[in-house]
């Protein structure tokens, strides 16, 4: 299967959302490819991936099968080879952003999942479903083969987290 990113539109009440497979990233290959899902809101960051994602494809002015997933290469072009250089393009961009800060040594390309981790689990995720989602390394039963957190669950998680006190209850553990 080839790499993509949609918006759903047709799942009832999820949607909608961005959906996603990539098939080569940090820890993925082709053997462990990563689906991925976004809600339409996030109001805890202030983000809206729907809306953000369908903007950028029309400003940009991507045409369908192009290279959304490769990483800019300057005014050259893009690269079409797994892309290594991502946290120090981070870091620039920050210093770019925010010049008198002087805290730009404490964020890095890991820093958003690092982050979700960090907000999940006080909410009372587990820790299965918060590694399968972050697409952390775990070891894992033989069980756990035949499990992968359904995205129902994921797209739940993420657009409460922040929400007024705990929101999470036993029937959203995986």
Not at 26 to 47: H, T
Not at 65 to 83: E, I, M, V
Not at 153 to 172: D, F, K, S, W, Y
Request: hydrophobic share 40%; charged share 20%; proline share 7%.
């Amino acid at each position: 299967m080839q790499p993509y990113v949609m918006v759903v539109r047709t799942d009832g009440e999820l949607s909608p959302y961005v959906r996603g497979y990539l098939s080569m990233d940090k820890n993925v290959d082709q053997r462990k490819p990563r689906k991925f899902y976004l809600p339409a809101e996030v109001p805890a960051l202030g983000l809206s991936p729907v809306e953000e994602l369908e903007d950028y494809i029309v400003a940009s002015g991507l045409p369908s099968g192009s290279r959304l997933f490769s990483a800019p290469k300057g005014a050259t072009g893009w690269h079409y080879t797994p892309y290594r250089g991502h946290g120090r393009a981070f870091k620039r961009a920050y210093a770019r952003t925010f010049p008198e800060a002087a805290d730009g040594h404490l964020y890095g390309s890991g820093s958003a999942r690092k982050s979700l981790g960090q907000w999940l689990w006080p909410w009372g995720w587990s820790h299965r479903m918060i590694s399968d989602v972050g697409g952390w390394y775990t070891p894992k039963v033989a069980m756990d083969l035949y499990f992968a957190t359904h995205r129902a669950t994921v797209l739940r998680a993420l657009a409460q987290l922040g929400a007024e006190g705990p929101a999470v209850t036993a029937a959203h553990w995986d």
